[in-house]
């Protein structure tokens, strides 16, 4: 890539637990689930161009809550594909943080995936040097790679097609408290029931809703909020929270319904990949 040439640029995709079940526990500790993935079209974006080392710069209405250190999940997976393809160069990664951080919509989880997408372009290396990094990122980490529509089991991390259907292009608004919520406190709060596994996504559930609900009480009120606007067809919340998502018979009837979200919280008005 010349010095002319435009960054390359990836979109993060925020991610949605239509449903969530927890089975129990796998042998090396992490919580057993079971779980449909779906994507918006809207979310974090990256760009990168071709420089001699790795490094990560950040922008956008959430930038002042990461770090642009080592730690980083994106300078995580840069690092691990450069070691797993043998890639000598580097690259300038800028971050556009738009999500909320630690709101169950995949956050570092899609951004550490974009740049694994991002740089395997760059390179012009192997996709699947990309996939062979992702699971040790992260349990979301390959369904975020993919950001297609998947079944997620194990810790969420085996991955079997799921097909949306007519909800493919269904406009949807995420709300969110602006209450960061990690996921290690949502889990280690989940009381150990084992109610039963994922058939149907609209019967199942999120069990991770009542703990979620428990740390972050607001939950309840985005929730009633959304459950109660003209259009709603569907509404939960997703992942270990605290953001919810509320699924609008039309694209009209979500508008209406972002353009009065309480100010006090954040939203982004989108549609299901």
Avoid: Y
């Avoid at 007519?166 to 009381?191: C, I, K, M, Q, Y």
């Avoid at 058939?199 to 607001?218: F, H, I, K, S, Y």
């Amino acid at each position: 890539m010349s010095p002319e040439s435009p960054p390359a640029q990836e979109i993060a995709p925020a991610k949605l637990n239509l449903a969530l079940h927890v089975r129990g526990k796998l042998s090396d500790g992490r919580h057993a689930i079971e779980t449909l993935f779906a994507f918006c079209v809207d979310g974090d974006r990256l760009s990168a161009c071709a420089a001699d080392e790795l490094s990560l710069g950040i922008t956008g209405p959430f930038a002042s809550e990461l770090s642009e250190t080592e730690d980083n999940l994106v300078m995580t997976a840069a690092k691990a594909l450069a070691r797993t393809a043998g890639v000598r160069k580097g690259a300038a990664i800028t971050l556009d943080k738009r999500l909320p951080v630690a709101s169950g919509i995949g956050g570092g989880s899609a951004d550490a995936a974009a740049a694994l997408r991002l740089l395997t372009s760059l390179w012009r290396i192997d996709p699947n040097h990309a996939a062979a990094v992702a699971p040790g990122l992260g349990s979301d980490v390959p369904a975020c790679l993919l950001s297609l529509p998947s079944r997620g089991e194990g810790a969420g991390d085996q991955l079997l097609p799921f097909d949306i259907g007519e909800l493919s292009g269904s406009p949807v608004l995420l709300v969110n408290p602006r209450t960061p919520l990690p996921t290690s406190e949502v889990f280690a709060s989940w009381d150990g029931v084992d109610r039963g596994p994922l058939t149907d996504w609209r019967e199942g559930g999120n069990d991770l809703e009542e703990p979620a609900r428990t740390l972050v009480p607001q939950i309840d009120a985005v929730l009633a909020w959304l459950r109660d606007q003209q259009g709603v067809s569907f509404a939960r919340m997703s992942g270990s929270g605290a953001t919810c998502f509320a699924l609008f018979e039309t694209e009209q009837a979500r508008d209406g319904a972002a353009a009065r979200v309480s100010e006090e919280w954040w939203r982004l008005a989108t549609f299901l990949r």
